[in-house]
């Protein structure tokens, strides 16, 4: 059962969550530029960052290493 939860902590962190911040991010980013709104797109650059890099912070918690 823990190899489970293991998978299954890995498996959000790693491929859902960076994928939906990521996601969002583009929103924020392309809804900030167009309508000229500048907390939108720095809300969007720091999901974005957040995307690629709270993976390497969160795994090895998760993993236990």
Do not use: C, K, Q, W
């Not at 293991?6 to 990521?22: E, K, W």
């Not at 960052?49 to 290493?65: C, E, H, R, S, Y």
Request: no cysteine; glycine share 10%.
């Amino acid at each position: 059962m823990v190899e489970t939860e293991i998978i299954t902590g890995t498996l959000i962190y790693s491929h859902i969550l960076p994928v939906a911040l990521g996601f969002f991010s583009v929103i924020f980013i392309a809804n900030g530029i167009m309508d000229r709104h500048l907390p939108y797109t720095l809300i969007g650059i720091v999901l974005f960052l957040a995307a690629g890099i709270l993976p390497f912070l969160i795994l090895p918690f998760v993993v236990g290493v």
